[in-house]
Structure formats: structure tokens, C-alpha cells
């Protein structure tokens, strides 16, 4: 009932010349390690998902190149956004369309351009989060604990850092100054937010029918054409007049 969701539809501007539009940082070999960051991505997640269960979500211009990078990957696998509309409404097209397939599927969604140095601690934190919104309907993030004040990150702030490893969170601030930062780290109840998602589909389906209507209005959840033949035309139709919305936190 695991599934895993990679978000790489981005153009990475941040990191313009090296990344371009029509040839993102997540298709390239950041690091000299001979496969891309997408490549190493599909490779952490494929050793706790079945390979099937495993889905790209990406612009249309990126087809050819997730189909020489990832050869593996069926094109039903390969969710090709018509548009740029940022991140809620791929995960939302997502939820959808893995609802469809199975009623009962727990979620992770991830970028596809992390640089993972404890993968071992990684996907165990995963397959903790995966187990803990089989029996919960909330929506779980992945904090890591900061060494550091870094102002380039998000800090999500819970409410009893020391009460297991599950934590209910109050509050969370982008990118803050550095004496907000240092403040954050000294007081032990911040994490950074590692961007990475995990809920049971009926979950995410709900938080967007309350939070994000706008978004639901235009897919329609319930629609019937999701998993058919009939999915990509109506996704076509209708993805580029969603809002341009994050779903960061």
C-alpha cells in the first residue's frame, strides 16, 4: 500500500548557469557520482517501494529526459503536467490518481534534489512516518535537527521536542534572519524542514477539500476519469487554470 511520489518538475533557477530550463539541476550529475539527482533519488526510494509504485511528477518538457534517465520507469508512471502551477497541484493530481489505484495507499512525496548523506537514517525515519499514517489521518513532515543557524532553510517549531518522534507542530517561519535562527536553534524545539511529505491518501484528499479548494474545484477528485485513458485529456484541460501554489508547509 506504499507509494512514492517525485517531484521534478522544477528549473532549479537557483543554480542558473549550471541549471537551465530545458536541462534542470534534478537531471543532472551534481555531485560527479555518475548518476543525476534524479537517478539517485529513484535509487534511495526504490530499495523501500516496489519499483511499480513509484511515480514522477514532471512538466511535459522533461519527458524524453526522464525516459533516458529513469528506462525503468513505465510512461503510466510519468505524471506530465501541461503547466507550471508549483507543487500543490502536482501532488493533488498525485493523490488523485494513486487514489484511483488503490484506496488505501500511504504517501511519500519528495523532491528530487536532495544530497542524502545518511540514507541508512533516512528511509528508517520513512518507513516509521509510512507505518504511522497507516492508523492516523494527519499530514507528517520530515524535520532534521539543525547544527547550525542557517538562514536558508525553514525551521518547523513542535510543541514537545523531547516527547518521542512524533511531534504536533506550532509554528513554522521561512528562511528567518540570523538572529532569529540562532535563537531558533538554541531553544532545541526547531527542526529544518527537509520538504518531504507522508499521509494515507484519504488524509491528503481531505486537507485539500478544507485548505485548498480553489485546487479541488479544478480537478474534481471525484471524477471518475481518474485512471482511465480518458485522465490525461481532462489533466490537460484543466491543470493550467490551477492557482500557482506551493505545499511546502
Not at 15 to 42: C, H, N
Amino acid at each position: 500500500n506504499t507509494y512514492c511520489v517525485i517531484l521534478s518538475g522544477g528549473i532549479g533557477s537557483r543554480f542558473w548557469p549550471f541549471s537551465r530550463t530545458l536541462l534542470p539541476k534534478q537531471f543532472l550529475d551534481f555531485f560527479g557520482v555518475g548518476r543525476s539527482m534524479l537517478q539517485q533519488t529513484y535509487d534511495r526510494f526504490s530499495k523501500i517501494f516496489q519499483s511499480d509504485h513509484i511515480f514522477i511528477a514532471t512538466n511535459e518538457l522533461y519527458s524524453n529526459l526522464i525516459e533516458t534517465q529513469l528506462p525503468d520507469v513505465k510512461p503510466s508512471q510519468i505524471l506530465l503536467e501541461p503547466a507550471r502551477r508549483n507543487t500543490a497541484p502536482s501532488v493533488a493530481w498525485a493523490s488523485y490518481h494513486i487514489r484511483a489505484l488503490n484506496p488505501n495507499a500511504r504517501i511519500l512525496v519528495t523532491p528530487s534534489d536532495h544530497l542524502i548523506l545518511k540514507e541508512p537514517e533516512l528511509l528508517d525515519a520513512i518507513q516509521k512516518g509510512l507505518n504511522h499514517v497507516a492508523n492516523n489521518d494527519c499530514l507528517l513532515t520530515l524535520g532534521i535537527t539543525p547544527n547550525r543557524p542557517e538562514t536558508q532553510y525553514g525551521y518547523i517549531q513542535v510543541e514537545d521536542p523531547n516527547n518521542g518522534f512524533f511531534h504536533k507542530v506550532k509554528t513554522f517561519t521561512e528562511k528567518p534572519e540570523k538572529e532569529l535562527a540562532e535563537i531558533f536553534v538554541q531553544t532545541g524545539e526547531f527542526f529544518w524542514n527537509a520538504g518531504l511529505f507522508m499521509w494515507n491518501v484519504n488524509a491528503i484528499v481531505k486537507a485539500l477539500e478544507e485548505y485548498l479548494p480553489e485546487i479541488v474545484a479544478k480537478l474534481e477528485p471525484d471524477n471518475p476519469v481518474y485512471g482511465t485513458p480518458d485522465e490525461k485529456r481532462f489533466i490537460d484541460e484543466r491543470f493550467p487554470s490551477c492557482p500557482n501554489m506551493s505545499i511546502d508547509y
